[in-house]
């Protein structure tokens, strides 16, 4: 495994290598210290002489002292890892703060292009009836009206020239297109008689560009 401190970005393969790595020595420290537990419990800082100074015959002396070095060396090779451990959840977790902006900004750009992509709204419906034509065709509140039959952002004036449209076609579908949720979407509207007020049951402003 590459280094976490190299040029190779680090990956969460890494850390478990690493996280495996710690276990291992871990498993390691736990086997001398059983060693030494059996050789009398001497632990790591017993002394090896008995009381006139003679080397002690009732343990392996050879056994207990590389017991003691190797957990010495195994817990600086611990201490390591954890430092390495450590470092490598830094950088992953940083190198995934840096995706998650780098995506939120791409985000926000193909959001922006597709908004200029958009064509003008000139009207926005602020009020809905349910039950009434333009309920029912899926008309929703706050959408923005881009085309309504034959008016567009080019040749509306005011909200006369849908009052005309709409009288001229009750009974009739009428192709409307709204920007709905940054969204071109295409409702088919027909004006007609209901139990409500008008042919089309919704409130359209026009919009202040």
């Not at 401190?5 to 393969?13: K, L, N």
């Not at 929703?140 to 080019?154: H, L, P, W």
Request: net charge neutral.
């Amino acid at each position: 495994m590459a280094d976490p401190g190299g040029g190779r970005p680090v990956t969460v393969s890494d850390v478990q290598q690493l996280v495996r790595r710690k276990d291992e020595i871990e498993a390691q420290i736990k086997a001398c210290y059983e060693l030494l537990e059996g050789q009398k419990g001497v632990g790591m800082h017993e002394p090896l002489v008995d009381a006139e100074g003679f080397p002690r015959a009732d343990i392996d002396l050879y056994q207990v002292r590389t017991a003691r070095h190797n957990i010495i060396c195994l817990q600086n090779d611990h201490k390591a890892v954890m430092k390495q451990v450590e470092e490598a959840l830094h950088k992953l977790h940083a190198r995934e703060k840096e995706k998650h902006a780098r995506d939120e900004a791409e985000a926000l750009a193909e959001a922006m292009s597709q908004k200029q992509n958009l064509p003008q709204a000139f009207a926005k419906v602020n009020a809905v009836t349910p039950g009434s034509p333009a309920s029912v065709s899926g008309l929703q509140v706050d959408d923005e009206i881009v085309e309504f039959g034959s008016v567009n952002a080019n040749n509306f004036q005011n909200l006369q020239n849908i009052a005309t449209v709409v009288q001229h076609s009750e009974g009739r579908p009428l192709s409307v297109t709204v920007i709905r949720g940054g969204r071109r979407v295409h409702v088919g509207l027909t004006p007609k008689r209901w139990s409500g007020k008008g042919l089309l049951g919704c409130n359209i402003i026009p919009l202040q560009r």
